[in-house]
């Protein structure tokens, strides 16, 4: 699984103590919530599922909740950029995705 060979390579040599290295850690999806992560502005965060598929998070905003926001706990996090698949076309048919 990709989450641990990058957990294990920063353990050799005592990686984490450089800098832009730390102690990382993998946790359960279904047993964690935003309350139990400890997370820094900015800084990127691999989510890993399905034991190969990654997506790199980034956290740009991290406030408490006032009047105007819906009270939704449900709504949260808010996503605010998708970026956009683009699939190579055929150089043959200029229709279907390349293989």
């Known amino acids: 699984m990709f989450n641990r060979e990058v957990i294990q390579w ?3 040599e005592e990686r ?3 800098p832009g290295f730390a102690l990382y ?3 359960k999806m279904e ?3 935003f309350y139990d992560l400890s997370l820094r502005v900015g800084e990127r965060y691999l989510y890993c599922h399905q034991g190969n598929c990654k997506h790199f998070i980034i956290f740009s905003e991290v406030r408490l909740l006032n009047d105007i926001d819906n009270p939704n706990y449900n ?3 808010i996503r605010v950029f998708q970026s956009k698949v683009r699939r190579r076309k055929c150089q043959i048919c200029d229709i279907y995705p390349s293989k």
């Open 31 to 33: 047993e964690t919530t």
């Open 75 to 77: 709504a949260y996090p």
């Open 25 to 27: 850690k993998s946790k």
């Open 16 to 18: 984490y103590k450089k």
């Open 10 to 12: 920063v353990q050799e």
